[in-house]
């Protein structure tokens, strides 16, 4: 398996870090990152649906069971070897802690409080939070001056979507916009444990493993916090369930894994940028939400940072300045 320097399981969305070599993606995987981005963007519409008639708990051990119950699926029809060392297990457990059960909780528990356009934009901070991390962890994983920059970026991008209003305030909107900072330092950290941990894991195996192991402690979680679920929800709710488990968590894994094999981790980077405006867009037709300019501005310094960090629009840039300077 190709190493790769990576937060390799999001998601809500596994987020690259943009060391890793480019490669030219082909109109095929240009459409499989768009199709991509359209699933994550959706999970935080269908998370603002299911929370109408279910708890934050229960709707995270709706996910991640669901989707191990797939993934396994897929492991045994494809005749992959399951690892039965105990240490590889302790390495899934702790994966499903940083990279499913407390992100998931955490995105949740925001979304009771917060329109999911706002979650998905704060969401996107994941990006800044893992290469933020990774130079911290890993000597390979240099801050340069380029990447400096484009974290700043992101951290007034995010400073500047919650607004100083609502951190002066200090109200049950502000503790859920926290929460979805904190669940995106957690896919930080995932990113860094699979990289220390699971870069000799099939990408496959290691999702099931943390799913099986996210549920494990979901499940119970949910049960203490919020008893037995009824079962007898709305088709809508049924259906953004599914979608949650199936589509958003592992289609979407499967989908990434593609990708990443034939366009270059280095691209799955232009994901983060598409989420948030999926996700805008979608809450505000379906739901009828509306953000405040700050958000949008937020937003706007933010992708700003992404682009700097991503670092292939400044260097064709400077490329064509070059270009066009006479000789």
Same mark, same amino acid.
């Given at each position: 398996?190709?190493?790769? /320097?990576?937060?390799? $399981?999001?998601?809500?969305?596994?987020?690259?870090?943009?060391?890793?070599?480019?490669?030219?993606?082909?109109?095929?995987?240009?459409?499989?990152?768009?199709?991509?981005?359209?699933?994550?963007?959706?999970?935080?519409?269908?998370?603002?649906?299911?929370?109408?008639?279910?708890?934050?708990?229960?709707?995270?051990?709706?996910?991640?069971?669901?989707?191990?119950?797939?993934?396994?699926? &897929?492991?045994?029809?494809? *005749?992959?070897?399951?690892?039965?060392?105990?240490? $590889?297990?302790?390495?899934?457990?702790? $994966?499903?802690?940083?990279?499913?059960?407390?992100?998931?909780?955490?995105?949740?528990?925001?979304?009771?409080?917060?329109?999911?356009?706002? #979650?998905?934009?704060?969401? #996107?901070?994941?990006?800044?939070?893992?290469?933020?991390?990774?130079?911290?962890?890993?000597?390979?994983?240099? %801050?340069?001056?380029?990447?400096?920059?484009?974290?700043?970026?992101?951290?007034? @991008?995010?400073?500047?979507?919650?607004?100083?209003?609502?951190?002066?305030?200090?109200?049950?909107?502000?503790?859920?916009?926290?929460?979805?900072? *904190?669940?995106?330092?957690? &896919? *930080?950290? #995932?990113?860094?444990?699979?990289?220390?941990?699971?870069?000799?894991? #099939?990408?496959?195996?290691?999702?099931?493993?943390?799913?099986?192991?996210?549920?494990?402690?979901?499940?119970?979680?949910?049960?203490?916090?919020?008893?037995?679920?009824?079962?007898?929800?709305?088709?809508?709710?049924? @259906?953004?369930?599914?979608?949650?488990?199936?589509?958003?968590?592992? @289609?979407?894994?499967?989908? &990434?894994?593609?990708?990443?094999?034939?366009? *270059?981790?280095?691209?799955?980077?232009?994901?983060? %940028?598409?989420?948030?405006?999926?996700?805008?867009?979608?809450?505000?037709?379906?739901?009828?939400?509306?953000?405040?300019?700050?958000? &949008?501005?937020?937003?706007?310094?933010?992708?700003?940072?992404?682009?700097?960090?991503?670092?292939?629009?400044?260097?064709?840039? /400077?490329?064509?300045?070059?270009?066009?300077?006479?000789?």
């Amino acid at each position: 398996m190709t190493r790769l /320097r990576t937060n390799t $399981m999001d998601m809500t969305h596994p987020v690259p870090t943009p060391t890793t070599a480019q490669i030219t993606a082909s109109p095929r995987a240009w459409a499989e990152l768009m199709l991509l981005a359209l699933i994550w963007g959706g999970s935080f519409l269908c998370n603002a649906v299911v929370l109408r008639e279910v708890g934050f708990a229960t709707v995270v051990a709706f996910r991640v069971s669901g989707a191990a119950l797939v993934l396994w699926a &897929y492991v045994l029809l494809r *005749g992959l070897r399951v690892p039965m060392d105990l240490r $590889m297990w302790g390495a899934f457990a702790v $994966m499903g802690l940083l990279n499913n059960a407390l992100p998931f909780t955490l995105i949740t528990f925001g979304q009771q409080h917060i329109p999911s356009g706002l #979650s998905a934009i704060l969401n #996107s901070t994941t990006a800044v939070f893992g290469i933020l991390i990774a130079a911290m962890v890993f000597a390979d994983e240099r %801050l340069t001056a380029r990447k400096l920059i484009g974290v700043s970026l992101g951290f007034c @991008g995010a400073a500047t979507a919650i607004g100083v209003k609502a951190i002066h305030a200090f109200d049950i909107t502000s503790v859920a916009q926290l929460a979805l900072i *904190g669940a995106a330092i957690c &896919y *930080g950290l #995932s990113g860094a444990w699979a990289r220390a941990r699971l870069t000799n894991v #099939s990408p496959q195996i290691a999702t099931a493993g943390m799913l099986t192991c996210s549920s494990a402690m979901m499940i119970p979680y949910a049960l203490w916090t919020e008893d037995l679920p009824s079962l007898t929800y709305s088709a809508a709710t049924w @259906g953004a369930i599914a979608y949650l488990a199936v589509l958003a968590t592992a @289609g979407a894994y499967l989908l &990434y894994y593609r990708i990443a094999a034939s366009a *270059g981790v280095g691209n799955l980077l232009l994901v983060t %940028l598409l989420v948030a405006p999926v996700a805008i867009a979608l809450g505000a037709l379906v739901l009828g939400e509306s953000l405040a300019p700050n958000a &949008y501005a937020g937003f706007a310094l933010l992708a700003a940072g992404l682009v700097i960090i991503d670092g292939r629009i400044p260097r064709r840039l /400077r490329a064509w300045r070059h270009k066009a300077v006479p000789k």
